[in-house]
């Protein structure tokens, strides 16, 4: 059995000793570009097309593979974010 997940839009699996990429069986090191966007992470590992969200526990664009994500550090529940034309994420929080 294996186990599947994403990183970035990308399926990776558990090979029983990391975590690789299911379509190039390279290794998952979190560099790969966003599927949805195409941009590497930032400087500090977030998505680039979001970036930095002040008091938030955890940001996520989505990936083309799920709706984006935000959840803030103040309050313990989920909210969607909305895409707009330009193709990045407007926070409507």
């Keep these: 059995m294996r186990v599947i997940s994403h990183e970035r839009g990308w399926q990776i699996y558990w090979d029983g ?36 969200v002040p008091g938030a526990r955890s940001v996520c664009c989505g990936h083309g593979v799920a709706k984006p994500i935000l959840i803030m550090e103040s309050a313990p529940t989920s909210r969607y974010l909305e895409d707009v034309s330009d193709d990045r994420i407007s926070l409507q929080v």
């Design 17 to 52: 000793e990391a975590w690789r990429y299911l379509d190039t069986d390279e290794a998952a090191n979190g560099m790969r570009r966003c599927r949805r966007c195409g941009c590497l992470p930032d400087e500090h590992g977030h998505d680039a097309c979001v970036g930095t």
